[in-house]
């Protein structure tokens, strides 16, 4: 008895999932950087903090800058500079060359 049209479609598509998830192309630690981790990192931690700068209490004094305001702009100068990070391709990456790893840098200008 032959299979219908939509189990082999069905079975079709499976088979397409599963090779393209196999082939090393797909490798999901060319998208996972050094980069991209320190910058989700680092953004939680501005995120963290703004809330806090927004906790502080207003001075009951009208001013033109308050006690609040630097906080709260070195947390939206963080939280830019983690997405920025974020972003940034790894060092060799623009040129296909393979990344030396830190310690192996380290290694080089040591005696």
């Known amino acids: 008895m032959p299979e219908p049209n939509i189990t082999k479609a069905v079975?079709?598509?499976?088979?397409?999932?599963?090779s393209a998830s196999v082939?090393?192309?797909?490798?999901?630690?060319?998208?996972?950087?050094?980069?991209?981790?320190?910058?989700?990192?680092?953004?939680?931690?501005?995120?963290?903090?703004l809330y806090a700068a927004y906790q502080i209490p207003v001075f009951p004094i009208p001013r033109p800058i308050d006690s609040d305001a630097l906080p709260k702009v070195l947390?939206?100068?963080?939280l830019g500079l983690s997405v920025w990070l974020f972003f940034e391709r790894p060092e060799g990456a623009q040129r296909g060359q393979t990344v030396q790893p830190l310690s192996a840098r380290i290694a080089q200008w040591l005696p």
């Open 75 to 78: 947390g939206f100068v963080m």
């Open 11 to 18: 079975r079709r598509r499976q088979n397409a999932l599963h």
């Open 23 to 49: 082939t090393p192309g797909n490798d999901i630690m060319k998208t996972v950087n050094p980069n991209r981790v320190l910058g989700v990192l680092i953004g939680v931690l501005a995120l963290i903090y």
